[in-house]
């Protein structure tokens, strides 16, 4: 199983960026999906996840700028990510608990990440 995330780049304060993440391989199940992101120097933060219900959830420093969704027959989610600001940038990453086929249970696995930059 790995996941796959993409879309970080350069952007300038006040712009877009979208995220992908895909979860390729042996998988029966995906539970919850989310978005971690670390600056440098800090934690890993927590930034949005989406369950398979379709419930979502936002760290308070993103609620109202940024969007996750999810498209489960691609076992792939998204961040939209509007107005960002220089304290947004940092690295990226994906997480999503998978059952795989063959094994008992839900594992968490994570993506390599995807850099984010904002200039102010």
């Not at 760290?59 to 969007?67: C, H, I, P, Q, Y």
């Amino acid at each position: 199983v790995q996941l796959q995330a993409s879309g970080g780049g350069l952007v300038r304060a006040g712009g877009s960026l979208r995220l992908s993440c895909a979860a390729t391989g042996s998988i029966f199940s995906i539970r919850t999906m989310s978005w971690y992101r670390q600056a440098p120097g800090k934690q890993r933060e927590f930034v949005a996840s989406a369950t398979i219900r379709g419930d979502f959830d936002y760290a308070d420093s993103v609620k109202g700028r940024f969007t996750i969704s999810r498209d489960n027959a691609r076992d792939t989610i998204f961040l939209q990510m509007n107005t960002l600001k220089p304290e947004d940038a940092g690295v990226y990453y994906c997480t999503a608990d998978i059952h795989q086929h063959g094994r008992s249970g839900f594992e968490p696995y994570w993506g390599q990440g995807t850099l984010v930059t904002v200039s102010s």
